[in-house]
């Protein structure tokens, strides 16, 4: 059998200068598995440089996309039309890719979520307005795709995606550890927008800390106000995000809107019992309540101290997410995928 040569698209991929966003980190997950099979060869065009330690090729295109909203949503997608993908059986892309009308390879084209959501879950009105121009755009992307793929769902209905397949998490990086000894909730995403971290640091004082006086809110996050029960954790690599999911009694993400939501994965893989607000993609990984808290606002507190107050309930949710972390394992993820590369390049 010869040699699958797979290119694969995004603008970023992780870097540690800057907050990782889900899909760079999807993306560079999925090539970074995919590299390690010897019948594979991966190459990942990125505005970016190649993560320290990347497995797969890497070619750095139009690096100045990166800077300006404007390039990276116009301009970008069709500088594509200026590359030639001819050496690759197949080319996987994971956005801004609307305008490559000369496609002389097959393609595959992941929605990680929905700009359409995006606007109706922002209260920017600028970026509101970017959304619902892009939303189109999104649709026409699908369109020209060979066969797309989406990670959720909602996301599929959407787009009529071909097929639903999740983002993986690192079984291997993300595991159970040992809890801290005191009361310690875990939260992931900005302070202001759709992730609300501002909403979790008022429940965790007006709610939590009454209750439990010792506990201690972990933030990785932007920017968090201080407090001497809060920390806030600027940029830190996977092991560092296992380790400080592993150690938390809860991981609280209490999202407007979700396409898949990765974080939800990570924490059931580290044995973490997770508090949700409503959103698609809490229902499609927490399979509608079955593997963790999905709740209104009003009711966020309560489940929160119900998880820490509860240890056979945190325990419930941890032994079941744990399992469920399985089927989302970069492997998986990775093997579903490369049937989808096969069926489309026909190898």
């Not at 390879?105 to 509101?128: C, I, Y």
């Not at 059931?268 to 709740?295: K, Q």
């Not at 079941?320 to 490369?338: M, N, Q, S, V």
Request: contains cysteine; proline residues 5%; hydrophobic residues 45%.
């Amino acid at each position: 059998m010869k040699r699958l040569r797979i290119a694969m698209f995004h603008a970023s991929l992780p870097a540690v200068h800057r907050k990782i966003g889900g899909v760079e980190a999807a993306v560079h997950r999925l090539a970074d598995t995919l590299a390690r099979d010897a019948s594979l060869d991966v190459t990942v065009f990125s505005c970016d440089e190649k993560p320290r330690g990347a497995l797969y090729g890497h070619r750095r295109i139009f690096p100045s996309a990166l800077r300006s909203r404007l390039l990276r949503l116009l301009l970008l997608p069709a500088f594509l039309n200026f590359l030639d993908f001819r050496a690759f059986d197949v080319v996987h892309t994971h956005g801004d890719d609307w305008f490559w009308l000369r496609r002389r390879v097959p393609t595959v084209r992941t929605m990680h979520g929905s700009a359409l959501r995006e606007a109706q879950n922002t209260t920017l009105l600028r970026r509101k307005l970017i959304q619902y121009l892009v939303y189109p755009l999104e649709r026409l992307s699908t369109w020209l795709a060979t066969r797309s793929v989406a990670v959720g769902r909602d996301t599929q209905h959407l787009y009529r995606c071909d097929e639903i397949i999740g983002n993986s998490v690192d079984l291997g990086c993300f595991k159970p550890q040992r809890k801290a000894p005191f009361p310690l909730i875990a939260f992931i995403g900005l302070w202001s927008g759709r992730k609300r971290g501002s909403f979790a640091f008022s429940i965790f004082l007006e709610r939590v800390l009454p209750r439990f006086p010792d506990a201690q809110l972990h933030m990785i996050s932007d920017t968090a106000q201080s407090h001497p029960n809060v920390v806030l954790h600027e940029h830190p690599d996977d092991a560092t995000v296992a380790a400080l999911l592993a150690s938390a009694w809860a991981f609280c993400y209490p999202s407007t809107y979700e396409g898949f939501g990765i974080p939800y994965i990570e924490a059931m893989a580290a044995g973490t019992a997770i508090a949700a607000t409503r959103n698609s993609g809490a229902f499609e990984v927490l399979a509608g309540g079955e593997y963790g808290f999905i709740c209104e606002d009003r009711d966020f507190g309560d489940q929160l101290i119900e998880l820490l107050d509860c240890p056979e309930t945190r325990c419930r949710f941890a032994a079941k997410g744990i399992e469920r972390a399985k089927t989302f394992g970069a492997d998986a993820i990775a093997a579903r995928y490369l049937e989808v590369y096969r069926g489309v390049a026909q190898c």
